[in-house]
């Protein structure tokens, strides 16, 4: 079974594929979470599996967008949680005021806010596709008094040295992964709890006490969200979309009753996944 990843290999989507231990699976390294949706859209690949979440740094916007705008026939799976340790790398020692210049993925960024400010504030901060690819431009460029924040596989694949271990703001730092499927895909088996995401939007957004009535729907039948967002729905200024996570699976009376019950006042309601939660 071949499965899509945030690549290249040394990614917190990497040790997250491997930390699953799929017997079988053949990682297929993409640049972008957008290329892994749709190397399952496309049927390049039968899995991918990709960050949508962290504890941190909070929602993935691009895994929002890929899968509410971008196709309608990939689903979520399953859901995994890996945690995130980030490690200070450079291709050489480098002492922390010698640092000029910081480089990762903008999550990564994000979620060492404090540590470069403390510790690096005289660096500058830049963005990479990748925390694998960060740590590579560091490698590539040696005589540069860059660093890297990224996996500790990461500096080993490309030869570097880990100046420090453990740089996240907060300890206990987590990222939800979601599966992703073809709809029709084989029936995942769970006797956990599970878990159905959904997105909705409708041209009465603008009006007061909409979002209100739409979330009544669960509330009232006693469905529990567990998380709620908005995302600019079609670059509409003023107007959005909102995902949903709830507990319960899609074909529960409540959960599919209260789904059925949110067309009345949606343009759009689309079933994102149900399976089952980590």
Known sequence: MKVAFLGPPGTFSDEALRSAGIN?????P???????????HDGRVERALVPIE?????SVNATLDALAVETRDVLIVGEAV???RHCLIAARHLELDEIETVVSHPQAN?????FIRERLGGAQVLAAPSTAEAVHMVAEAPER????????AAAEIYGCEILRAGVEDVPDNETRFVWLAREGGDEVASRGPWKTSLVFWGVGSGEPGWLVRCLSEFAFRGVNLTK????????RLGHYLFHVDMDGRADERTVADAV???????EVVRLLGSYPAA
Not at 24 to 28: L, N, S
Not at 54 to 58: D, M, P, T, W, Y
Request: aromatic residues 6%; glycine residues 10%.
């Open 110 to 114: 994000g979620q060492c806010a404090r």
């Open 82 to 84: 890996h945690p995130v």
């Open 30 to 40: 993409v640049p972008t979470v957008y290329d892994a949706v749709m190397a399952v």
């Open 260 to 266: 059925d019950a949110l067309h009345a006042h949606c």
């Open 54 to 58: 962290n504890s941190l740094e909070g």
């Open 145 to 152: 008094p860059w660093a890297a924040l990224g996996t500790r």
């Open 228 to 235: 709620i967002e908005s995302r600019p729905w079609r670059g």
């Open 24 to 28: 079988g699976a053949e990682p297929v």
